[in-house]
T-cell receptor, first 112, second 107 residues
Framework: DGGITQSPKYLFRKEGQNVTLSCEQN?????MYWYRQDPGQGLRLIYY???????QKGDIAEGYSVSREKKESFPLTVTSAQKNPTAFYLC???????????FGQGTRLTVV | KNEVEQSPQNLTAQEGEFITINCSYS?????LHWLQQHPGGGIVSLFM???GKKKHGRLIATINIQEKHSSLHITASHPRDSAVYIC?????????FGAGTRLTVKP
């Protein structure tokens, strides 16, 4: 079955540690996105990539980094520079700018 | 002001009621999505539309491009429809999201 897989579903991190969230898709989509969701707020764009080896910052990129070495994979690293990393993170993909987007199941990150 | 505004924020209905959720946006868009998010957090795309109306089962989505407004209707609502419904607009290669409408349907 085609789809997007995010792992892990729940993640706990100690303050000061970097952590990497995985996002893999087998839909052959060119575009991939990372969003952050906080209670009572809409999803906000962290980073997006429209093609392999290229990515752009979204609205809230500070404290995050990404890579796009393979079409299928778009991992997100939450660095220790991110002041308030506890949130729900969603990955999405689409074939292009005007096509339907598909979402992963999300990763809930908690800093302890 | 957010680029995408949804109303109401919360909605409680009795099983069988007709439900309407509204979405207004202030930017030019190429398409609009209605998404459903269940308590576990995963999101499912219900509709993508750029004009007119789409229907899938008990769900109907409409969009008025001139008025920059879209509605999601649920006919004969059921407790399993309880979820957060999110409006998202596509523009310039990314999406902008409303804050969501939390729907609770009581038996």
């Amino acid at each position: 079955d085609g789809g997007i897989t995010q792992s892990p579903k729940y993640l706990f991190r100690k303050e000061g540690q970097n952590v990497t969230l995985s996002c893999e898709q087998n839909l052959n989509h060119d575009a991939m996105y990372w969003y952050r969701q906080d209670p009572g707020q809409g999803l906000r764009l962290i980073y997006y990539s429209q093609i392999v080896n290229d990515f752009q910052k979204g609205d809230i990129a500070e404290g995050y980094s990404v890579s796009r070495e393979k079409k299928e994979s778009f991992p997100l690293t939450v660095t220790s520079a991110q002041k308030n990393p506890t949130a729900f993170y969603l990955c999405a993909s689409s074939t292009g700018v005007n096509t339907e987007a598909f979402f992963g199941q999300g990763t809930r990150l908690t800093v302890v | 002001k957010n680029e995408v505004e949804q109303s109401p924020q919360n909605l409680t209905a009795q099983e069988g009621e007709f439900i309407t959720i509204n979405c207004s946006y202030s930017v030019g868009i190429s398409a609009l999505h209605w998404l459903q998010q269940h308590p576990g957090g995963g999101i499912v795309s219900l509709f993508m539309l750029s004009s007119g109306k789409k229907k899938h089962g008990r769900l109907i989505a409409t969009i008025n491009i001139q008025e920059k407004h879209s509605s999601l209707h649920i006919t004969a609502s059921h407790p399993r429809d309880s979820a957060v419904y999110i409006c998202a607009v596509r523009r310039m290669g990314d999406m902008r999201f409303g804050a969501g409408t939390r729907l609770t349907v009581k038996p």
